[in-house]
């Protein structure tokens, strides 16, 4: 034992909790493999538009982590990419990783943006929400790290009916490739560290808000996108049936969660803030709108986060409706909103122009197949489950092996990042024993199991 140590550690998902945990590690002197499943890095954070409790603007205090990230000469950075194998125990994994075909060859690509401006067709971009667009070839956004794009096969007209090939006329370096095939890359690592991250409950299983088939029935992430000055409105808050600006909108809380009997059981923790956040930055967008939001009970635990709320209510006038929302449908061109106020036991009925669904935060399925890989356990939601909730919050029954994020469960940015910094502390703690000391904790680490 203590020959094939090696002080490198994997990181699989690069939102900000394994960027995080990245850099942590990287800049105290360590090797990082890093590994994203999308084109480029950020995860859900890169999604947002301003942040609570501060109102920053989140692309701005991303972009600085990400371009560090990106240029990090202790990083290598594998983006459309996904863990396929791990084998091995702590101080010695050996991992296996599949890099997708990109069909464009990134060392010459000098990301100048003329082969998506060239590209004829259009889909609903999943970034977006669907409430913006992509071309066939495309990065998720104009900020993207790496700034290189990917062809989509299942859009394009070449990959489709055989020819078009408008990006290859125009790249200007010759940069297409499209017989590209996906590589297998074979790492060694002494440890792992799953940043995974969450995904939203869909809209298709909540019919009682519209079934995700309801006209300006959004989730609150796709409302984001239209709050993000680098979204598909430019920040404008605009309907998507017709590019009116919404006089009148409804949020949704707990849609999906606490509700055991039909949906999710878990409370998910960051909503009561994201929407009061959400109905300030419409009030800011639109003056004389009108914001209500239907909630079960406020939960703004977090430094000043109660206040936050408080302003939401009292200086910015948004309506708190204590109650649940039955039915939402379309009439006409608006969105009837039905439901109770619990405090004064009256029925309500609002005609709105949009509706936007605060939906569970729940865990990713890809998840569900990398905990079967690492055989790492999952609580009975489907979230990575600690070795022990109250002690060791970013340790797993596996020793070597550790979980940063959302992953585990809801939490905000600042949580996500203080749980990445806490994942990265342990590894950094293996890596920088000397051989005699670390062959001590390694053996302690295993009696422990
Ligand atoms: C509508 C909304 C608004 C919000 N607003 C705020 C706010 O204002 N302030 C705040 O503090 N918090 C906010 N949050 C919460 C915030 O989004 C999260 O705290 C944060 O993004 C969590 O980061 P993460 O890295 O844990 O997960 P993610 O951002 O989900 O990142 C996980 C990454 O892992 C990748 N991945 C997944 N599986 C694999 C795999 N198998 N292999 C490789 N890569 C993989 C994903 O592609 C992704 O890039 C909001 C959340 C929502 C839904």
């Not at 309500?348 to 055989?375: H, N, S």
């Amino acid at each position: 034992m203590g020959q094939g140590f090696t002080s490198r550690v994997l990181i699989i998902g690069a939102g900000i909790a394994g960027m995080q945990a990245a850099l942590d590690v990287a800049n105290a002197g360590y090797d990082v493999v890093l590994v994203e499943r999308a084109p480029s890095i950020g995860g859900r954070m890169a999604q947002l538009s301003e942040t609570f409790p501060t109102l920053d603007c989140a692309q701005c205090i991303l972009t600085p982590r990400t371009v560090e990230v990106g240029h990090h000469e202790r990083i290598a950075l594998y983006t459309y990419a996904e863990v396929i194998g791990v084998e091995g125990e702590i101080g010695d994994f050996q991992v296996r990783i599949r890099r997708h075909a990109t069909y464009v060859d990134w060392d010459a690509c000098t990301g100048c943006g003329l082969c998506q401006e060239k590209c004829p067709t259009r889909v609903s971009a999943e970034f977006e929400r669907d409430v913006g667009e992509r071309k066939a070839i495309y990065t998720l956004s104009p900020q993207a790290v790496p700034n290189k794009p990917v062809i989509d096969r299942e859009h394009c007209i070449f990959f489709q009916r055989g020819k078009c090939k408008a990006c290859e006329r125009f790249c200007p370096v010759g940069a297409i490739d499209y017989e590209q095939e996906d590589s297998i890359i074979e790492e060694q690592v002494g440890a792992v560290i799953v940043a995974t991250g969450y995904d939203l409950y869909p809209l298709t299983r909540m019919p009682e808000y519209g079934g995700g088939k309801t006209p300006d029935v959004i989730d609150a992430l796709a409302f984001e996108r239209l709050l993000s000055a680098s979204g598909p409105t430019a920040g404008k808050v605009l309907r998507p049936s017709d590019g009116r600006a919404p006089r009148e909108i409804v949020f949704i809380q707990c849609a999906g969660s606490r509700d055991p009997e039909k949906h999710m059981p878990h409370c998910s923790k960051i909503c009561c803030m994201y929407t009061a956040k959400q109905a300030m930055l419409y009030r800011h967008r639109v003056h004389d709108g009108q914001a209500y939001i239907f909630y079960i009970d406020i939960r703004a635990a977090g430094k000043r986060y109660d206040e936050f709320t408080q302003h939401a209510m009292e200086d910015e006038r948004v309506v708190y409706l204590r109650g649940k929302v039955s039915r939402v449908f379309r009439q006409d061109d608006k969105v009837m909103v039905w439901g109770a106020d619990t405090l004064s036991g009256q029925k309500v009925e609002i005609a709105a122009d949009m509706v936007v669904v605060a939906p569970a935060v729940i865990p990713r399925p890809q998840t569900t197949i990398l905990a079967g890989m690492l055989g790492l356990p999952l609580d009975p939601q489907g979230w990575l489950l600690p070795r022990d909730t109250n002690m060791r919050p970013v340790e797993t029954v596996r020793p070597g092996i550790f979980v940063a994020g959302t992953g585990v469960g809801p939490m905000d940015i600042p949580e996500t990042v203080a749980h990445a910094s806490g994942a990265a502390s342990h590894v950094l703690k293996l890596f920088s024993h000397s051989c005699s000391e670390r062959e001590e904790e390694w053996q302690l680490v295993k009696e422990r199991v």
